[in-house]
């Protein structure tokens, strides 16, 4: 912000915010996937425990167990992660094809490659990825919260990648970067990350024990 009071073009309000949102958008979300990895205490995922995921300043049970056959061996950081990200890659995965074969219904002119079709599919994915993952992670009232959080995610991810096409719609380029030629640049694969990864904490920390410790207490 201080360079650009010395530019020789007057800056405009703009681009003071623009320089403030690289640092939001591109640092403080995305830091939320490694506070989740890193700062839940370690423990199964049993509606009896999972009131103690609670966030932790301190890099507890950073690298998980070398047992990976039940849920109860792997920190509930790594677990939720690896749940979101399967949730992610399912909502892209099948609005793309559903969208690239079915597809009729254009659904924002932001992006006109996507479809409705593809939207509500790719929702549906990751929903039902979601129930699964909260059946076998024993997510208290698993059919419901599983649901909850496959289309938070699937929402999410959705308006996380149309987001980036608006910024670089705006921005009047093709592709955000170089870095991965022929993919639109690195933010292209990265979109569907940055707003969903506080969703995915606080649905942890907050909702998750929330809805165990009313169970409990019933």
């Not at 059919?143 to 959080?149: Q, R, S």
């Not at 929402?155 to 996380?160: E, N």
Request: proline share 6%.
């Amino acid at each position: 912000c201080f360079y650009l009071l010395f530019q020789p073009k007057l800056s405009t309000i703009a681009d003071i915010a623009s320089s403030v949102l690289g640092l939001f958008y591109g640092g403080y979300l995305p830091s939320y996937w490694v506070r989740l990895r890193v700062g839940l205490d370690p423990g199964n995922l049993a509606t009896t425990q999972l009131s103690q995921a609670v966030a932790s300043n301190l890099p507890v049970n950073i690298y998980p167990s070398p047992s990976w056959t039940t849920s109860s061996h792997i920190s509930l950081g790594l677990t939720s992660l690896l749940l979101a990200f399967f949730c992610i890659w399912a909502a892209d995965i099948g609005a793309y094809f559903v969208g690239k074969f079915f597809g009729r219904t254009s659904l924002s002119h932001i992006s006109p490659k996507k479809t409705v079709e593809g939207a509500v599919f790719g929702v549906c994915g990751s929903i039902a990825v979601a129930v699964a993952g909260s059946w076998y992670l024993h997510w208290p009232e698993w059919p419901y919260t599983g649901a909850a959080f496959g289309l938070l995610i699937g929402v999410a991810s959705l308006l996380g990648d149309l987001t980036e096409s608006m910024m670089k719609r705006d921005a009047g380029v093709k592709d955000s970067g170089q870095l991965i030629p022929g993919h639109g640049g690195i933010l292209d694969r990265t979109d569907s990350y940055v707003f969903t990864a506080p969703l995915v904490y606080y649905f942890v920390t907050l909702f998750l024990p929330a809805i165990d410790s009313f169970l409990i207490n019933r």
